[in-house]
């Protein structure tokens, strides 16, 4: 069953995974709401199921609460069409209204069940913002990963592993040892074949957040 991003990001929260404040709208004047609610620089994000959103026209950034019921009100209906939708698109129903972030990294993490092994893979790469799959086939090398024995579960240096490939230093590694650490947890209690973050950011006061989910 795939969910949608806002759907992941309360999982999130429930599991101490970092994501920003958002608010689902399904109206211009429900965004309008939840921006004044949020209040300062948001993000009208449409919420589909189906990656690359963003270069489809389904993501924009405002920073005038006066433009957000209007951005919302193109971008609700809209047929939003990107390279996992097909040629069809689909209908946005939805959007997410979230917090500004101020982005230093864009970082990639996911995980999914390998049927093969019968074990996590934990895939992370320092290429955040791109699809995972154009990553590997151009530059493999910049996907770090990971497996996980499901008899041990993640431990703490499989994660300290990951932190480390990334490059991160000082607090991100700790930071992002317990991102990783909480949505492994998310991952195997939930029982998630898959779970993406794309990107996962750093950000200019050196937070690691889950940006983008699902």
Do not use: W
């Amino acid at each position: 069953m795939k969910i949608h991003e806002y759907q992941a990001k309360e999982l999130f929260r429930k599991y101490k995974v970092p994501v920003l404040e958002g608010i689902v709208a399904r109206s211009g004047d429900e965004a309008y709401q939840a921006a004044q609610k949020l209040g300062g620089v948001v993000v009208v994000k449409s919420q589909i199921h189906a990656g690359g959103r963003g270069l489809g026209g389904g993501v924009k950034v405002v920073k005038s609460m006066e433009d957000v019921e209007k951005m919302a009100g193109e971008i609700l209906g809209m047929t939003l069409v990107t390279h996992q939708t097909g040629p069809d698109g689909k209908e946005v129903k939805r959007v997410y209204i979230e917090d500004g972030c101020d982005i230093a990294r864009e970082l990639y993490l996911g995980m999914l069940v390998d049927r093969a092994s019968s074990q996590v893979t934990v895939m992370a790469s320092t290429e955040g913002g791109m699809e995972i799959e154009e990553v590997a086939a151009k530059t493999p090398e910049k996907i770090i990963m990971q497996s996980i024995d499901p008899a041990t579960g993640m431990q703490a240096f499989h994660a300290r592993k990951l932190a480390f490939g990334l490059g991160l230093k000082g607090k991100q590694i700790g930071s992002a040892v317990k991102l990783i650490m909480d949505l492994y947890k998310a991952f195997n209690e939930t029982d998630a074949s898959m779970v993406e973050i794309n990107p996962l950011v750093i950000s200019g006061a050196g937070e690691v957040i889950a940006l983008d989910a699902k």
